[in-house]
């Protein structure tokens, strides 16, 4: 059996090497049961992503009569579930690169399912829409429709280039990610992915609690002028058109995932922080000046960024001195 590290065999520096811990879990779990694997092979992100199955699976259970085929909701839940253990426990016992990366890679697919599966259950459980409080709230703190008012200074160009800055969010899922997993930096890559996963379950599971279907749709009566652009919108417009959720829409999902990156950011690469951060601050306004979102999805948006960073971390560094 591998031997525990005391926490004086810790290294103290800011990531733990990417073998430190993991190079033995497969001696570890020599002679151990297939859940005995799960368990030990299992870190912040796997729990943090079963315990949202398990609320998923219970809001299916609970209010399956407002969910359009709620068995298939509830036996996909279920196979995604024992598809993810099944991959701990082959990382587990595997020194296979491929398998390691498909198990370090794996939350990223997932977030996209989570997000488009909203789409049958933002009714869940209310079965109309609640933007009126949001609209209420734009209107109360900046006096307009911010949607609506920044639509007199849309041009083909800024159209163009607010709909680049909103896809800056897809960049911000990897470029770090991909940053630390080639430096090897452990224990950042998964504070990294443990926060992100804690701040988009948060999104999702607000998005059920509270329906929200965006400017986009509520005020889309008051809009006078659309938004032409070029290359950049169409490729945004291809993308809603295949994958845009009527839904879902606080707190911004975008704002609350590139929250946690800028602010890994700030620890791990300051220089990116840099580099990122002009960008970061236009997609804020792009998910107003696109219709994505209001102000106070935006908003919201940033507070779960936050906390979830800071919950991630709290709980990276706990399982750091149990390795």
Known sequence: MSRVATRAEIPDERAIPWDFGEADLPRACEGDGWFDRIRKGCGAFEWITFAYFGWLEAIVLLFHRNIPHASRYFAVHALLAVALACLIGQAARSRSEFVRFARHWCPLPLYIFFFEELQGLVHAIHAGWFDRWLIAFDYRVTGVHPSVWLARFASP??????????????????????????????????????????????????????????????????????????SCTALIGLIERFGRVHGAAFPSAHVAGSTVAVLAAWRYRRWLFWVSLPFFLCMCVATVYGRYHYVADVLAGLAVGVAAFALGSKIAAAERLAL
């Open 157 to 230: 160009a800024l159209s163009d280039f607010m709909q680049f800055a909103y896809m800056t969010y897809f960049l911000n899922l990897v470029i770090l990610p991909a940053l630390l997993y080639a430096r090897r930096e452990r224990l950042a890559f998964w504070t990294l992915m443990a926060s992100t996963a804690l701040a988009n379950y948060s999104i999702y599971a607000i998005a059920i609690l509270l329906p929200i279907e965006s400017p986009y749709y509520s005020l889309a009566s008051l809009q006078t002028k659309p938004l032409v652009g070029g």
